[in-house]
């Protein structure tokens, strides 16, 4: 299975920005998505890209339109660009791949992203 990493974390002020990266150990051809979990939140989905870099948003996410996603194939690497961040982006930020199946059963241990105010 192919291994996931994220990285890009860390500070930030608000209306500051941030870019993560999602790598991955393997080409592969899955969809990856980025997800988001905050003390005392459940796991909320931001967006997802596919291979063929067709991209979907969590329409009813508060990220709508700050967040963007993208992929570079020759690194195995996804990116989410953050941009205009707020304190209640405050979170572990994760990615993770579909299985065949269309569920994501492939995660990374998550990257802090604290913003400050």
């Known amino acids: 299975q192919v291994h996931l990493v994220e990285s890009g974390g860390g500070l930030v002020q608000a209306g500051g920005s941030l870019r993560l990266a999602c790598g991955a150990s393997?080409?592969?051809?899955?969809?990856t998505g980025w997800f988001r979990q905050a003390p005392g939140w459940e796991r909320e989905f931001l967006a997802a890209?596919?291979?063929?870099?067709?991209?979907?948003?969590n329409a009813d996410s508060a990220v709508k339109g700050r967040f963007t996603i993208s992929r570079d194939k020759d690194k195995n690497t996804v990116y989410l660009q953050m941009d205009s961040l707020k304190p209640e982006d405050t979170a572990i930020y994760y990615c993770?791949?579909?299985?065949?199946?269309?569920?994501?059963?492939?995660w990374g241990q998550g990257t802090q992203v604290t913003v400050s105010s």
């Open positions: 393997g080409r592969t051809f899955s969809t």
């Open positions: 993770a791949q579909k299985n065949r199946m269309n569920v994501y059963d492939n």
């Open positions: 890209i596919t291979w063929t870099e067709a991209t979907t948003y």
